[in-house]
C-alpha cells in the first residue's frame, strides 16, 4: 500500500498564491506517476497536473502558465505551486499516485483550496 499526505491548501484572495506538497509513504517502489486532481463541488474529478518517474508533465489547460508541478523521488514528494489563483481553482485538491505493472492508483484524503475576496 502507498499512503499520500497532503498539506498547504487554505483560503487565498483572486490573484494570489498557494504551494500544496504532497508525500508518499510505504510502499513506494514502482510509482511511475505523481501529480494532482481536483474536484469542485457538483463537478466530477478532473486532472490538474501529472508527471511521470522521467520528468514529463501533463497539465489541464485551464492551469497551463499557472501552476507548476513538480517531484522530488529522493523524498518521495510532489508539489503544486498554483500562481494567479482564481475563484474556479476553487475545490479540493488530491494528491494523486500511480504505480506501473500492474497498474494501479492512489489517492490522498484532499485538501480544500478556497479562492475568494
Known amino acids: 500500500q502507498v499512503q499520500l499526505v497532503e498539506s498547504g491548501g487554505g483560503l487565498v484572495q483572486p490573484g494570489g498564491s498557494l504551494r500544496l506538497s504532497c508525500a508518499a509513504s510505504?510502499?513506494?517502489?514502482?510509482?511511475?506517476?505523481m501529480g494532482w486532481y481536483r474536484q469542485a463541488p457538483g463537478k466530477q474529478r478532473e486532472l490538474v497536473a501529472v508527471?511521470?518517474?522521467?520528468?514529463?508533465?501533463n497539465y489541464a489547460d485551464s492551469v497551463k502558465g499557472r501552476f507548476t508541478n513538480s517531484r522530488d523521488s529522493a523524498k518521495n514528494s510532489v508539489y503544486l505551486q498554483m500562481n494567479t489563483l482564481k475563484p474556479e481553482d476553487t475545490a479540493v485538491y488530491y494528491c494523486?499516485?500511480?504505480?506501473?505493472?500492474?497498474?494501479?492508483?492512489?489517492w490522498g484524503q484532499g485538501t480544500q483550496v478556497t479562492v475568494s475576496s
Open positions: 508527471t511521470t518517474r522521467g520528468g514529463s508533465t
Open positions: 510505504g510502499s513506494i517502489f514502482g510509482i511511475n506517476v
Open positions: 494523486y499516485a500511480q504505480k506501473s505493472l500492474p497498474t494501479r492508483d492512489y
